[in-house]
């Protein structure tokens, strides 16, 4: 079983649609989690930061995290054409010092004019 | 906000030679600088792990004489390739973590073709 595992998709919504995007993770021991959009032939881009169960908000993005459940979400509302990239959902043991992430495979959007 | 820069955003090199990539933290000190490797269609696959002023931390499979790592500075990391060859063709990506900061601020990334 991988650490992280997050649906590769692609998936295709309408423009002004909600988007739901999941991870899931079999370690516990993560405290940190991460969310990273990325465009084609560019470096992820930080999106949301979350330390602890339940929601945070950021303009159209919802981070959601139920480490009950080990499962992580992250939520686009109205979305737009502009917001179709790869989402990576990444996480991290602490916050501090030189701890690695452990991303998810990415799930491509694509929002549809 | 936390800015990387990393260069060349693309290269081309001839098999044999070497390529250096470099990132800078613009608007903070850089701690720890991670350097991943990403294929198409794939995830980052971590590479490496830096702290300034140490050696780099390798991940295993990843042969540190390749792929050479300095990280000399709190605002410079450097990731030379080699003796590079067409399989080391891919897209290369930094990351920073700052003291005290949330999150880890990644690069633009660098293409490499090796022909």
């Known amino acids: 079983q991988k650490e992280v595992e997050q649906d590769p998709g692609p998936l295709s919504v309408p423009e002004g649609a909600i988007v739901s995007l999941n991870c899931t993770y079999s370690?516990?021991?993560?405290?940190?989690f991460m969310w990273y959009r990325q465009y084609s032939r560019k470096g992820p881009e930080l999106l949301m930061y979350?330390?602890?169960?339940g929601n945070k908000e950021d303009g159209s993005f919802t981070a959601q995290v139920d480490k009950s459940s080990k499962y992580i979400s992250l939520f686009i509302r109205d979305s737009q054409p502009s917001d179709s990239a790869t989402y990576l959902c990444?996480?991290?043991?602490?916050?501090?010092?030189?701890?690695?992430?452990?991303f998810g495979k990415g799930t491509k959007l694509s929002v549809i004019p | 906000g936390a800015v990387v820069s990393q260069h060349p955003s693309w290269v081309i090199c001839k098999s044999g030679t070497s390529v250096k990539i470099e990132c800078r933290s613009l608007?903070?000190?850089?701690?720890?600088m991670f350097w991943y490797r990403q294929f198409p269609k794939q995830s980052l696959m971590l590479m490496a792990t830096?702290?300034?002023?140490?050696?780099?931390?390798?991940e295993q499979g990843v042969e540190k004489d390749k792929f050479l790592i300095n990280h000399a500075s709190l605002t410079l990391s450097t990731l030379t390739v080699t003796s590079a060859h067409p399989e080391d063709s891919s897209f290369y990506i930094c990351?920073?973590?700052?003291?005290?900061?949330?999150?880890?601020?990644f690069g633009s990334g660098t293409r490499l073709t090796v022909v």
């Open positions: 990351s920073a973590r700052g003291r005290g900061r949330d999150g880890y601020t």
């Open positions: 370690n516990s021991a993560f405290q940190y």
């Open positions: 979350t330390y602890s169960s």
């Open positions: 990444a996480m991290s043991l602490s916050g501090a010092g030189s701890y690695q992430l452990t």
């Open positions: 608007d903070f000190q850089a701690t720890t």
């Open positions: 830096s702290n300034e002023g140490s050696k780099a931390t390798y």
